[in-house]
């Protein structure tokens, strides 16, 4: 146990601040595919699923939605804004139609028609919605749009405005931003961005391959993208940014320098971008576990963790525990190793236990709200449905160590996925029902059906010729059906 110690020990002296890989990271991430009123498009949502995947490998605390209505776009929207506050780098990827309208551009959800010029106003969402949200709580935008595919819709909308659909431009307009964004389009300004016939679009296939290059700022990435788009389209579509960055943004850790030869262990904490604040909760949360099964979630979690070598060590001393204790030849007796705590490593944020606590319950299938640490009813509840579910027995529905420890060792989903009744399952998440084609309805022709009746009871009828008050018989072709006598 005495190793235990020192390795800590070590660790805790490599435990330095990093400004660069430190920092809070959040993303929104939106595709919509299934559109309802035009033809669906093949690859958005494939391209939001895949993004998803990749930012939250690199340490994205990631807001995502496929193939929604406005109203479900207006709320995910609203989750990211909360998650925004104390972030360093923020994110959207968009991939879905857009259209600019007087030089404004909008993102359009999968229940639009824009049958009027007004419709833009009620049925869209303006890009600077989401821009404005994030240049005034992120030190650091990125917006990345993969919006400027051809558009039914706003050819629709052009022939109904007539002379006034000099307006509608096509593709996106140009973005003006402040200090510290940078907007990245799939194609220059004006101008229509492939869909794509594989899985991704030549824009999001791009992205999805360089985005995880280290030694790279993302301008080094999207300059690999634009030239992989460009040997793609043949030329066609050429991916462009407007920047306003003051530095370098990594979204992959840059290699260390190597450093000269020592006894000591590695001084890189993680090989990848990571949250160190939850990390530290995570870590204190399950380290004092005398099980292997609790203690590995730490490393599962954070595979290159400062306190991976001490979780390692931590867990083979556990599963020692586990077997028979050695005899004691002096005492006959069986006699236990001694147990020595393992400090707590210092935590700065005293939100990162109910951020931690947000991230496990999400990924059991309890769903918290937003992941910011601001540990309100909903996330209560969420605690309270897993316990019931595990019959777990917590002290306090707060969030706590205990809690993080109990949530983090589920490996398999806890909570049943619960959609509105305007949504349905796909892939594990809620996304808007397709809109059912309406059935026309039956018309009943009352007049034949009368000259059917007339015709079969015999009779006289008045006749069709109403100005003359004319009876012929009711079988008669020129009868109305409606019976003089």
Not at 212 to 229: A, H
């Amino acid at each position: 146990m005495a190793y235990i110690i020192a390795v800590f020990c070590a660790l805790m002296l490599l435990w330095q601040p990093t400004a660069a890989f430190a920092d809070k990271r959040v993303a929104l991430v939106i595709g919509n595919s299934a559109y309802q009123n035009t033809s669906e498009l093949r690859n958005p949502s494939n391209d939001a699923s895949d993004m998803t995947a990749v930012l939250t490998r690199l340490g994205f605390q990631v807001t995502d939605g496929r193939d929604l209505d406005k109203r479900a776009m207006e709320r995910t929207i609203r989750q990211f804004g909360v998650a925004l506050e104390g972030a360093d780098i923020a994110l959207f990827f968009y991939a879905g139609h857009g259209i600019q309208v007087g030089g404004q551009n909008h993102l359009i959800p999968i229940d639009a028609r824009l049958a009027s010029e007004g419709d833009v106003d009620f049925e869209t969402l303006p890009l600077s919605l989401v821009l404005k949200q994030m240049e005034r709580e992120a030190k650091t935008s990125l917006v990345l749009l993969d919006a400027c595919r051809d558009n039914p819709l706003a050819r629709n909308l052009a022939r109904t405005m007539g002379t006034r659909a000099i307006t509608i431009g096509t593709g996106l307009a140009e973005v003006k931003t402040g200090i510290g964004t940078l907007i990245g389009f799939s194609t220059q300004p004006g101008n229509v961005a492939a869909d794509g016939v594989g899985r991704n679009s030549p824009y999001a296939g791009a992205l999805l391959k360089h985005i995880e290059s280290p030694n790279k700022d993302v301008s080094g990435i999207l300059v690999d993208v634009r030239n992989d788009v460009l040997k793609a389209t043949n030329g066609t579509q050429v991916p462009w940014e407007h920047t306003s960055l003051t530095g370098q943004v990594y979204f992959h850790e840059p290699a260390a320098v190597p450093a000269e030869a020592s006894s000591g262990p590695p001084a890189s904490p993680s090989g990848r971008n990571y949250d160190k604040e939850m990390e530290i909760a995570f870590w204190n949360a399950v380290k004092d576990s005398k099980s292997p099964v609790v203690l590995k979630t730490y490393l599962d979690r954070f595979p290159k963790g400062t306190f991976a070598g001490l979780a390692r060590v931590l867990m083979e001393e556990a599963d020692k525990g586990t077997r028979a204790p050695a005899a004691d030849p002096q005492a006959g007796t069986a006699t236990p190793a001694p147990s020595v705590p393992v400090p707590a490593a210092p935590a700065k944020d005293p939100r990162a236990l109910a951020r931690a606590l947000q991230t496990e319950l999400k990924r059991v299938g309890c769903d918290p709200g937003s992941i910011d640490g601001q540990w309100g009813r909903k996330a209560e509840e969420a605690l309270s449905a897993f316990a019931r579910q595990t019959k777990t027995t917590l002290t306090s529905s707060e969030a706590s160590q205990e809690a993080l420890q109990a949530v983090a060792a589920q490996q398999r989903r806890v909570c049943a996925l619960i959609c509105g009744g305007d949504e349905m399952e796909r892939d594990g998440k809620c996304v808007a029902k397709p809109t059912a084609a309406r059935r026309k309805p039956q018309v009943v022709d009352s007049v034949q059906k009368r000259r059917k009746e007339g015709a079969s009871s015999g009779g006289m009828c008045w006749s069709n010729d109403r100005r003359n008050m004319a009876v012929v018989p009711c079988s008669d072709s020129s009868s109305s059906g409606q019976r003089a006598y």
